[in-house]
């Protein structure tokens, strides 16, 4: 079993940045695929980003450019450094992880962009 916390969500205007950590339970180096997802109001969770193991990445192109995914498996924590944020960027965002074939989500932590 594995169990995530989100922190580092809050308030910031549009063009201002943010940092999210996602802190595991479990060793973080037999984890292989890390990922954040987002739900905004009225809308389905949709993949942010993901970081396997390996080291690939990838990105929603919603984000690609401004966003970047990173593991430290040291600290058993994931981040996702968010940059250039828009009011659509706005929704709780949930970081995932597979492990053993099964998916385990966090509470989420909410990120509010303004205009």
């Known amino acids: 079993q594995v169990q995530l916390v989100e922190s580092g969500g809050g308030l910031v205007q549009a063009g201002g940045s943010l940092r999210l950590s996602c802190a595991t339970s479990?060793?973080?180096?037999?984890?292989?695929?890390m990922a954040w997802y987002r739900q905004a109001p009225g809308k389905q969770r949709e993949w942010v980003a993901q970081?396997?193991?390996?080291?690939?990445?990838d990105y929603a192109n919603s984000v690609k450019g401004r966003f970047t995914i990173s593991r430290d498996n040291a600290k058993n924590t994931m981040y996702l450094q968010m940059n250039n944020l828009k009011p659509e960027d706005t929704a709780v965002y949930y970081c995932q992880a597979t492990y053993n074939a099964r998916a385990y989500w966090g509470q989420g932590t909410q990120v509010t962009v303004s205009s």
């Open positions: 970081a396997a193991i390996a080291g690939y990445t």
């Open positions: 479990r060793s973080m180096s037999s984890i292989n695929v």
